[in-house]
């Protein structure tokens, strides 16, 4: 690896500290292609051997899976399994904080690295359960080692937070000097190019360690590169990228298409059935992607795209309403499967306004993320079936809402639902004295006791009127 000397040394750092008891975490910065996977992959083989590695990756359709990055690096390390939930209720928030905490207390000596990749695309609990966990790690043998983009910045607020908290470092990741860019390009681009052809070839890649290495590999070809000085075309590394798809059989692009809509890993079932293909069509166009060295076999089955990137630019290169498409289908395919979690995030992407299979989709989703207390989660996909709903939202979608507002420490967006609620004259008195009661419980919340105390007697006056047991009014 070229120009990496700094981050190298940080990891080498940040494992020997761990194996000396002193945890830390490590946070590497960086644009698409810069090399923070390679990195992460150079701090597991450093590790092997004297560490224990739980490796996970954020991914841009997972991001809202209920821990779904943590649950890929604890899985590897038979930690708690934080899908299933904590077995503590959602309304405890910071459970599972609590319950990996005491995971990592009970392990032995030997030290662990969470190698986790990819936190741009992270779901918001893992996010919230990194920036607990790297506070308190600092007498453990535990390094934590996170990559990230600068876009979308949630992460790198969270980073910024903790290394400004004094509780993680930070390394940025520039883009290649022009002398190492043409070492690269001399090194992979087998043999001499015209000065005028390299030159072209670092206006083009600017550094971008991906980019270079499709440069190398057309030049190595003999193709000729795009030319860069066309402002008529913004996304000239995008045409870099999608000129390795163009010569691929017709199946093949249809199934890489239809895959990046899945995220940069997929499986081969529900993308075939998104793209519609019949099994002669599938095994010519899985050959192809294989040979294209595009797609590469993945963990438990799966496949994945080398690099995101590709998986990106196809998916931009999609014409909108066929994105839309491939996503409602996508929420059939996997809905009827049982798998509601991944469902969801399709449903948001296709736009379902209005689709009651949508809602559905998105209300179950919502609700097994609370009951894991996956509590951003939960608002996020409630929150979407709410959009969905219109006007005429069930009550019982607005009281999970709610209750995962609360829970999830938002109890001014609580109250604003719970009195949506209220406003409902035809709620049921159990409904309405749950509804009541979790206002007071809101408003407790937010430090209004006077309108906390008066929402839960109202709520205890009606239970009584209505002749309802106490456990009729939880919520
Ligand atoms: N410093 C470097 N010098 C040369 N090649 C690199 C360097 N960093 C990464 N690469 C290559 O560039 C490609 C993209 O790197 P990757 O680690 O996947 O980037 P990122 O994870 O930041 O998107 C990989 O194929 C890798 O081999
Ligand atoms: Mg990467």
Not at 175 to 200: K, N, T
Not at 265 to 278: L, Q
Not at 316 to 328: F, W
Request: with cysteine; hydrophobic share 45%; charged share 25%.
């Amino acid at each position: 690896m070229w120009e990496r000397e700094a981050v190298l040394e940080a990891t080498g750092r940040l494992l020997d500290s761990a194996g000396e008891g002193r945890g830390g975490t490590l946070l590497v910065v960086g644009e698409a292609g810069l090399g923070k996977t390679s990195i992460l992959d150079h701090a597991r083989r450093l590790a092997a051997g004297r560490a224990r590695v739980g490796a996970g990756r954020g991914d841009p359709m997972e991001s809202a899976l209920p821990f779904g990055l943590f649950s890929q690096a604890l899985g590897m390390l038979d930690g708690p399994d934080l899908r299933g939930g904590s077995g503590i209720p959602a309304a405890t928030p910071g459970a599972t904080f609590y319950q990996v905490l005491r995971w990592i207390e009970a392990q032995g000596p030997v030290p662990i690295l969470l190698a986790l990749d990819d936190l741009h695309w992270a779901d918001e609990d893992s996010l919230a359960l990194l920036s607990s966990l790297c506070r308190r790690i600092g007498d453990r043998a535990v390094a934590v080692m996170g990559t990230l983009r600068p876009w979308p910045p949630r992460a790198r607020e969270v980073a910024s937070a903790l290394v400004g908290g004094g509780c993680a470092e930070m390394e940025r990741l520039r883009p290649l000097s022009d002398d190492a860019a043409l070492e690269l390009l001399a090194v992979h681009g087998g043999g001499r190019q015209r000065e005028a052809v390299l030159a072209q070839a670092l206006t083009l890649c600017n550094g971008n360690c991906l980019l270079l290495e499709q440069v190398a590999r057309s030049l190595r070809r003999g193709e000729e590169l795009p030319e860069p000085s066309d402002t008529s075309r913004p996304w000239i590394s995008d045409e870099l990228l999608l000129a390795r798809f163009a010569t691929l059989p017709e199946p093949a692009v249809r199934l890489a298409r239809a895959a990046s809509a899945f995220g940069v890993r997929f499986r081969t079932r529900p993308v075939a059935e998104v793209a519609r293909m019949d099994e002669g069509d599938l095994d010519s166009a899985l050959e192809a992607l294989s040979r294209s060295g595009l797609v590469r076999a993945s963990n438990g089955g799966a496949l994945e795209f080398v690099h995101p990137l590709f998986c990106q630019a196809l998916y931009e290169d999609t014409a909108a309403p066929v994105r839309a498409r491939l996503h409602a289908r996508a929420v059939s395919v996997l809905a009827a499967q049982g798998l509601e979690a991944e469902a969801a995030e399709h449903a948001i992407r296709a736009d379902l306004v209005g689709d009651p299979a949508a809602i559905a989709v998105l209300e179950s989703a919502g609700r097994a993320a609370l009951r894991s207390g996956a509590l951003q989660t939960a608002v996020h996909h409630l929150r979407a079936a709410l959009d969905f709903s219109g006007e005429r939202p069930s009550p019982a979608l607005l009281a999970v809402l709610a209750e995962a507002l609360l829970a999830g420490g938002r109890p001014a967006e609580a109250i604003e639902v719970g009195e949506r609620l209220l406003a409902n004259h035809g709620l049921a008195p159990a409904e309405r004295a749950a509804t009541l009661r979790l206002l007071g419980h809101a408003h407790w919340a937010a430090g209004a006791t006077d309108r906390a105390d008066r929402h839960l007697g109202e709520s205890a006056a009606l239970a009584e009127r209505a002749g309802l047991l106490p456990a009729a009014v939880e919520v």
